[in-house]
């Protein structure tokens, strides 16, 4: 049923034996920091990942914003220093040899048990894995789908439960253009549910009973409406500036996904009517937020947010590419749940209204 195998066990702190390289990313977080190994008594070499850095700040008491100036071994070190010795964390390893959260002792996580569980009960149209995070995928089937511009949506929603313990289970809303598949989840905590989780045993029940007895009718209709709005509403350079920072076009291995970032980079410009050219510009960090928000692209706010979903979907959707995703989708979630830049409303909108014309943009570079 499943490709992933979790172990947790509790361990002294100072069995743990850290490696990390990297730097500090300019937004404070660790979206950066390589995965570097760490070497483990009971386990052997493992590779360290932001989930275990974060998790382990969290429960020596240090807030996230740490980080912004401290390097995750300073960190580390320093925990390991000030800490008792002899203090017992629980963390978990999955059979990739990532080294995921780290939790107080005894306290249950989630675990393969509860994964098959809601697996069994609740059926979902698939679901991904990545370092201790399982998201499930679910249709909504008891009203049908949408019809927006002449294309079908189909409504669905995701569940993401935390498998090593670190964090709550939680939903989102979500669709799927179904000429493309390209799918699009919203990233805001207005369509946003937290889920509890039940007493020892019996894990499993309250998700598998929010799946069951799901209905959100209203919050579908309001991005139902945000996207009509989008296919009349002209994109401005600042949208398109923030959509190509979140591609982060080169972070990971860039000698790797070289290719590929040339080929979204050349469709994001074609779409945008090469707004570089077009304003003479040598870097768009040249013009203030105000400027950007008041220069139009060629495109329209639905062509920025079919990229971004196509991309997120089928690109960056395995391995080292799903450490950017998080951030791409979540810039199509405020892009949807915020008034645009230079919105329009226009009634009967269709796809014949935006640049891409409803063709599909697929990457043959990434297979």
């Known amino acids: 049923m499943s490709d992933f195998k979790l172990n947790t066990f509790t361990t002294p702190l100072q069995n ?64 390991i220093k000030a800490a008792p010795r002899n203090t017992n964390i629980q963390i ?18 989630l675990g393969m048990k509860t994964f098959n569980e809601v697996m069994d009960a609740t059926h979902p149209r698939g679901f991904t894995y990545h370092n201790g995070v399982v998201k ?8 049908g789908g949408m019809t927006i511009g002449g294309e079908d949506f189909k409504k669905q929603f995701t ?20 000429v493309c598949e390209n799918g699009m989840e919203i990233l805001n905590t207005l369509f946003s549910s937290r889920v509890g989780l039940g007493t020892k045993g019996k894990r499993s029940a309250p998700i598998i009973n929010y799946v069951q007895n799901y209905n959100n009718d209203e919050s579908f209709s309001v991005i139902e409406d945000r996207l009509v ?21 080169g972070a990971g291995d860039p000698v790797a996904n070289k290719e590929l970032d040339r080929a979204i980079y050349t469709t994001l410009t074609d779409i945008g009517g090469n707004p570089m050219s077009k304003y003479g510009l040598v870097s768009l960090d040249s013009l203030s937020d105000k400027k950007l928000m008041l220069l139009n ?9 079919q990229l971004a979903t196509e991309v997120s979907t089928h690109q960056y959707n395995k391995g080292d590419l799903m450490r950017r ?22 009634a009967g909108a269709n796809f014949a209204s935006t640049k891409l014309n409803g063709r599909q943009f697929f990457l043959t570079t990434a297979n």
């Open 136 to 143: 499930l995928l679910y249709g909504v089937d008891y009203n």
């Open 325 to 346: 995703r998080v951030k791409l989708d979540k810039y199509v979630s405020d892009l949807l749940t915020n008034e645009y830049d230079m919105e329009v409303v226009e």
């Open 159 to 178: 569940m993401t439960i935390p498998l090593d313990g670190y964090g709550e289970a939680f939903s989102n809303l979500a669709f799927l253009r179904q």
């Open 229 to 249: 709005t989008a296919m009349s509403s002209p994109a401005s350079l600042g949208e398109y500036a923030r959509l190509l920072g979140a591609l982060q076009l």
């Open 16 to 79: 743990i034996k850290l490696e990390v390289a990297g730097g500090i990313a300019k937004d404070g977080s660790l979206s950066r920091v390589r995965c570097d190994k760490a070497h483990i008594k009971e386990v052997g070499d493992v590779k360290v990942t932001e989930r275990f850095m974060t998790s382990l700040a969290g429960l020596m008491g240090l807030g996230s914003s740490v980080f912004r100036y401290f390097k995750p071994d300073e960190v580390f070190d320093r925990v």
């Open 92 to 109: 978990t390893v999955d059979d990739k040899g990532n080294l995921l959260a780290a939790i107080s002792p005894g306290k249950e996580t």
């Open 297 to 305: 692209t060629d495109c329209k706010v639905y062509d920025l947010i």
